[in-house]
Each structure stands twice: as structure tokens, then as C-alpha cells.
């Protein structure tokens, strides 16, 4: 299994932007797939992005698509996702998980390694 980390979190006005960084230690990190998920309180955690090991990525709606990009940079062993246009609604506690592509899909339960979590909290 590889380490990961998440950074990047933090406190922004409605219609800003971040941009969270998973780095992974620990293994050949280019053979995993990546997903990031967020949780809100007191609603159950979903699905955000994902990114192959091929660098294919896939979103989950269209409340997200368009305003958020995920991306990794091999080199650095780091996945990122580029939140802009940030809404209230996308404050949730973001996390990061990475699991050997098999090419399976993105669902939570097949994930093996997971980040702590950063918090993001959009203000209206």
C-alpha cells in the first residue's frame, strides 16, 4: 500500500479557488488509481474525481465537472485537484485514496489506501 497526504484545504469566500495536493509515498505509485471523495456533515461520504493510472480522469456530476480538474504529475508522485468556483456547498472534509488500477471503477469500498483529510470550508 502507499502513504498518502493531503494539503491544500483551507477557508475561502463563495466563487474562489483551491487546489488540494494527495502525495503518495510508499510504493510505484504510477500503477494507482486515484480518487478524491468528500464528506459533509452529516451526509455520507461521494465521490468527487478519479484518475488512472493512464491519466484518464472522470467526474462525478455535473455539479463538479467543469469547475473542478484532477490531474498527477508522475514525477512527483502527487495527484491534484483544482477546485475553482468553489460554492457552499462543496464544504466537506476531502480526502484522497489510491488503489492498483485494475481499471475497476471508483467505488469507496474497493479503495486501499487513504489520506487524514483536509477541510474545506466555502463561506457564502
Known amino acids: 500500500q502507499v502513504q498518502l497526504v493531503e494539503s491544500g484545504g483551507g477557508l475561502v469566500q463563495a466563487g474562489g479557488s483551491l487546489r488540494l495536493s494527495c502525495a503518495a509515498s510508499g510504493r510505484t505509485f504510477s500503477n494507482y488509481a486515484v480518487g478524491w471523495f468528500r464528506q459533509a456533515p452529516g451526509k455520507e461520504r461521494e ?33 491534484y485537484l483544482q477546485m475553482n468556483s468553489l460554492k457552499p456547498e462543496d464544504t466537506a472534509v476531502y480526502r484522497c485514496a489510491a488503489k492498483i488500477d485494475y481499471g475497476l471503477g471508483y467505488q469507496d469500498g474497493t479503495f486501499a489506501s487513504w489520506g487524514q483529510g483536509t477541510q474545506v470550508t466555502v463561506s457564502s
Open 47 to 79: 465521490f468527487v474525481a478519479g484518475i488512472s493510472r493512464s491519466g484518464i480522469s472522470l467526474y462525478s456530476s455535473d455539479s463538479v465537472k467543469g469547475r473542478f480538474t484532477i490531474s498527477r504529475d508522475f514525477a512527483k508522485n502527487t495527484v
